[in-house]
């Protein structure tokens, strides 16, 4: 065999090639001498042996695996509100005027609700096309699950933060500027 490298990988016994022609390493070989058996030094009795499951292990792994299918069947059961927001409840998405004149969204005859308050949102009657707005943001939702991500309803989130800022001014308290204007 012919060495491509002259580089080579030392051991305390033989000098080893680190590339050949067929491109392989050699990098250990066996020890010339024999393996010698070390004297037993440790103190105290042997180890016992092995004893087979007594029946108060057999019952505990038995709970033990009622308990993991019974978790099993909890996270199965878990699943199933999530199937519920899958589907969207509303068909229809209305905005309509009461006698005051203020707009509110209702999905089918449900009102649309600020979150903070409960109450259903007011639109002003100044403003007829942010309460069109807002009900076709609503229109475009295809689940339940979708309400629940403020990002996709970001109409319906601004007029509520400016129904609560109103909601909150309304209100005399002690200082001059309200603690939500402090926020902003």
């Known amino acids: 065999m012919q060495r491509l490298s002259s580089s080579l990988f030392c051991t305390s016994r033989r000098t080893l090639p680190l590339l050949t022609l067929s491109g392989s390493r050699s990098l250990h070989i066996s020890s010339p001498q024999n393996a010698v058996a070390l004297p037993i030094t440790a103190t105290g009795p042997p180890p016992s042996a092995p004893v087979s499951a007594t029946s108060d292990q057999i019952a505990r792994r038995r709970r033990r695996a009622e308990l993991l299918k019974h978790g099993r069947n909890l996270r199965a059961d878990q699943t199933q509100p999530e199937d519920r927001l899958k589907k969207r409840f509303w068909k229809d998405v209305n905005v309509k005027t009461d006698s005051e004149g203020t707009h509110t969204i209702h999905l089918d005859t449900r009102p649309v609700r600020n979150p903070s308050t409960k109450r259903p949102l007011p639109i002003p009657a100044s403003k007829p096309h942010l309460a ?31 129904h609560d800022i109103i909601l909150e001014e309304s209100h005399p308290s002690g200082s001059s500027e309200s603690k939500t204007r402090i926020e902003i």
């Open 132 to 162: 069109t707005a807002i009900a076709l943001e609503w229109d475009l939702l295809t689940s339940a699950k979708d309400t629940l991500q403020s990002h996709l309803l970001p109409l319906t989130s601004l007029a509520s933060r400016a």
